[in-house]
């Protein structure tokens, strides 16, 4: 048994996110209820997550107690309704078998997160943009598990148990082709940049590490460019007339950007943007196999020549000053949430043409 490291527990167990508690949402997201104190105890399905629970000797029992809890005790499912989807976990939980509500897998992944998380399991939301899907990963034994509470109580024959924790993260519907690129992301922006799921979420043979070289026109390499990979699968199985976003990157000090694990199993065709601060670049890539693949992008300008300084000033011992030596482990850089992307490329046309005229706000 591995413990939990740090970076895991207070990043993904202590510390709040907005699927958790978002403070612009409070009180009325969530009933002026706390999720670790109203969840274990509630028994309004006729069962208690601690009853669910208590009896589990690991936490991956725990973990799978839970998705059993959601589908087949409390038999929750996959369904439109006349009202849209309900805000925040506590009224996701409240409708969660209520047909007047929308309750999709956006709806399941938060609940499950809420729930595994009230009994101290760091779990996150996993999202796949391109393909328009959302599920958990959960921490266990020194790595991250899939689970997809999503796939409702309909296969309570026993086959909805594939969609807990299957190799390569493949499982019922999407078990043959996968998807493109499985982002976790917590929406709390510059503290919790995405990051590719490290679980496979591809057929054997269908992963491809995508690496983007970005120049000038003089060859000089440019840092801190945006890489976008957008996915064709919308257009191509007519869900929509424009290209989802797959995921993004920033290029390090020499000019890469590397998308690993990019999945070709729902589509071989992506168009990549490439943003930087010098200009900007689009085009398309068909990526046949699984391998690596090289792009060098050339950007037609030139990156500024940053001017030395003519004089270094040197301070003598004073007691007016204090010595400081530091040193950079690594940089980063931040993108913005991925809804804000969405808005920014599809803005009130593509809600209103995919929802059919109803405006939806992202919660």
């Not at 009325?28 to 000797?57: H, I, S």
């Not at 690596?292 to 270094?312: C, D, E, H, M, Q």
Request: proline share 6%; charged share 15%.
């Amino acid at each position: 048994m591995k413990l939990v490291p740090p970076e895991i527990y207070y990043k993904y167990l202590v510390t709040f996110n907005r699927y958790i508690l978002a403070p612009w949402g409070w009180p009325n997201r969530y009933g002026g209820k706390f999720f670790r104190t109203f969840l274990p105890f509630d028994n309004r399905y006729n069962v208690t997550l601690y009853q669910m629970v208590e009896n589990a000797t690991t936490m991956y029992q725990a973990a799978y107690r839970i998705d059993y809890c959601l589908r087949a005790v409390i038999k929750a499912w996959w369904h439109m309704g006349p009202k849209w989807k309900p805000w925040g976990w506590y009224n996701i939980y409240l409708h969660l078998t209520d047909k007047q509500y929308t309750i999709l897998c956006g709806e399941f992944s938060i609940i499950y997160e809420a729930t595994a998380g009230a009994v101290l399991i760091p779990t996150v939301v996993v999202v796949d943009i391109a393909e328009d899907r959302q599920f958990n990963n959960f921490w266990y034994n020194g790595t991250w598990h899939h689970v997809d509470a999503s796939s409702g109580s309909s296969g309570l024959n026993g086959t909805w148990r594939e969609y807990f924790d299957p190799p390569r993260g493949l499982a019922g519907w999407y078990k043959d082709k996968g998807f493109s690129w499985v982002m976790e992301w917590e929406e709390d922006e510059m503290y919790d940049c995405p990051w590719r799921s490290p679980i496979l979420y591809a057929p054997e043979g269908m992963l491809a590490n995508l690496i983007i070289h970005v120049v000038d026109e003089n060859g000089q390499p440019i840092d801190g460019a945006r890489v976008e990979v957008w996915s064709h699968w919308t257009i191509e199985h007519h869900y929509g007339t424009a290209p989802y976003i797959a995921g993004f990157v920033f290029t390090d000090k020499n000019g890469y950007a590397l998308f690993p694990m990019l999945g070709l199993g729902r589509t071989h065709n992506f168009t990549v943007i490439v943003t930087s601060r010098i200009g900007s670049i689009m085009f398309e890539v068909h990526l046949t196999y699984g391998g690596v693949y090289n792009y060098t992008v050339v950007i037609l300008g030139k990156l500024p020549v940053f001017a030395r300084p003519s004089k270094v000033l040197s301070l003598g011992p004073s007691k007016k000053y204090v010595q400081i030596s530091v040193g950079v482990l690594h940089g980063e850089q931040h993108p913005p949430d991925w809804i804000d992307i969405l808005y920014r490329y599809f803005g009130y046309r593509y809600y209103i043409e995919f929802y059919k005229g109803v405006w939806i706000n992202a919660y």
